[in-house]
């Protein structure tokens, strides 16, 4: 009579109220030994009922996990794993029981990982799908088991799935994209160096196809590009630049520009800041037209937009002449950079504008990129950059300025007048604070205005002569040499 008890005690388990008497009557503790059967039909009731006698009931599944049940319900899933209504009812439960923390550490030390990837591989329909990623996505929160689960080929399977069903407009099958992303997601961010490597190793060809998540889910592609740590190695950078990611993203950004989706254009813009940083990558996206694409996004009115976007085409000009000649005489984005150098609402994004700015002039060399900079009003911000609190910044303008000045100071002299730039370098001399780097390039710059007569005559009259003077005892043998050598053009003697 067993199978037939256990039977109507899954039909009575059905009802809410009936719960209460059957866990009273210890029928949960009296069930347990029955998922030892061999009797598919009694594994079948049995389990049904214990898993609706104990839904959303945390004590009695944690009383189950502590007296074993994991091990009954993996055996289940390997022995059975033709069974259709068994597995179902094996991976409800284990759906309901996988949140728990003891129930993850008892999975730990079964091969359940093998199972999940076994019936994740042979689901045929949606609702199969969805409890076997539900299961997945629960036992990935723990490292162990996302170690288990790449090295049982779990890549594999979500890249075939979403070979199948990538370009489907079904919202069943969107669903599913979703989740075989998320899933990618939880398993690419892993403490265990192992299971990260397997799994960047086996994904590597299927990369490409992963971007295209991101049109389901902003976070996928936020995680997997910009947070999880994957773009922080160049090979993968280069990798992923030789299948065509970039274009994927740009395709997703210029999808998104219009829609407003911000979260999707900065998680996008970051993937490319980081695409960007390889020197082989910069050459090939910049042959491929990135830059220009890129601008494309200048009408954005997004602050988190824009400084990503400045980001992005500031690595990308960084150590390219050819980037920096094509973006410093570009019109439109010298315009939107000198209003972004205005944009006190955005400390952000102005430190960024000033920032492409001033690496578009260190980079270049054509006068006319100087004098476009120079129609556009760039140049009195860079001479407010050269006093930021951030010495990094003050070295970028103070270094840009300096090769501005070299390939044309007659085009600047007016404007660095205008600006002061030679009291804002005295003040900087003058100033116990300032860090020798920045002592030493302004000195550096001092010397290239000297070549101009109405700026000498400035640097004459301010008496920074006398700075210079006391800057060759500095502590920093730098700054000595380089006052040394201002001292000696200021007299004439070089």
Known sequence: CAVKAAQVLSEIAKNEEMKKPCIEADLVLTLIPLLESTDQEMLLHAGRAIGRICYDNRD?????????VITSLVRILTDYAESEPLVRVDLLALCNLADLETAKEALSKTKVAEQLVKQLRRAENHERLEIVFEVLQAVAENDALKVQLVEAGVQEVLSEILLRLQGSSQAEDTCIVKAASDLIVSLLPGEHVLGKMVLLRNIQNSLGQLIFLASYECNTIRLLISESGFLKTDGNCVRMVQLGVVHQLLDLLEKHVESGDVSVQHAALSALRNLAIPVVNKVQMLEEGVAE??????????????????????????????AAEIL????????RLVQWCNANDHTGVRGEANRLLASILRHNRSQKVVKAIQEAQGVKHLVSMTTSEHAAMQNEALNALAIASAIDLETLEESFKESQLVQSLHKLLQDDNTSPEVKYNSIGLLCSLLNSGDLRQEIEEDKIKETLEQLCSHSNANVVKEAVTALQVLRGET
């Open 60 to 68: 009695l599944q944690e009383e189950l996990v502590k007296v074993g």
């Open 293 to 322: 694409r890129i601008q494309a996004l200048l009408r954005s009115e997004m602050p988190p937009v824009q400084f990503k976007l400045l980001g992005t085409l500031r690595m990308l000009a960084d150590g390219q002449a050819d």
């Open 328 to 335: 410093g005489q570009d019109p439109m984005l010298l315009n």
